[in-house]
């Protein structure tokens, strides 16, 4: 049994859970975090100190954290070929888009522009910092954008855990209001993603409960 502790509205959480669907693993899922609390206990710490979701367990497994870590786990134990490609050399022009995503495009479009957007009231938001940072974004989607001219995945035909984190935050990026660049291929690859069922129950879920009031 796969225990994950983590809320469905984490954007981290969505990797995993995605990542899990889309192997055919069926998890135990507990619901901490954000409105659901229960990540600073002591039993919660234990398992990840950071007190921070999501947290996975395969079976009497060491706890797991990180979620790009934990779709490496799963990717080496559970995925085919196509998902988790042996060859480092095949595997790592895949993995660098999966570390670009994290270290350079999501942290411009989550403290850049969701935060600021969802998190903040309209009469306090901070629309020349807004502004800013979707100008920023602009050349990150157009470089993604041009990677995803040479095929319908990161994957090639199908999609390789790769594509599980680059995937993730873009529903977010094309749902909130703000200025984007014209990336056609980006917006293809998100429609696919949009009628894969496993995305669509686990990324494309409502961010309304995260909205300030």
Sequence with gaps: ?????????????????????ELGLKPERHDVGGAFGGNRTPEYLAMNPN??????????????????AILRYL????????????????RAPQDKWAEWIKTTFSPVL?????????????????????????????PLAVMLDARL???????????????????????????????????PNLRAYYDRLCQRPAYAEHVTVSYESLRAK
């Excluded at 990717?75 to 095949?90: I, L, N």
């Excluded at 990161?154 to 935050?169: E, K, N, R, T």
């Design 51 to 68: 007190g921070l979701v999501p947290v996975l367990r395969d079976g009497d497994g060491p706890y797991l954290w990180e979620s790009a």
């Design 110 to 138: 989550g403290p850049g522009l969701f935060w600021p957007i969802v998190g903040t009231t309209p009469d306090k938001r901070d629309h020349a910092g807004i502004a800013a940072a979707a100008g920023k974004l602009k």
């Design 149 to 183: 001219a040479d095929g319908p995945y990161l994957g090639g035909s199908d999609i390789c855990f790769a594509d599980i984190v680059v995937g993730a935050p873009l529903y977010r990026y094309f749902t909130l209001d703000f200025d984007r660049a014209d990336t």
């Design 1 to 21: 049994m796969i225990t994950v502790w983590g809320r469905t509205t984490s954007g981290n959480g969505q990797i995993v859970m995605w990542a899990l669907a």
């Design 75 to 90: 990717g080496a134990t559970y995925g085919d070929e196509q998902f988790w490609p042996a060859s480092p050399g095949k």
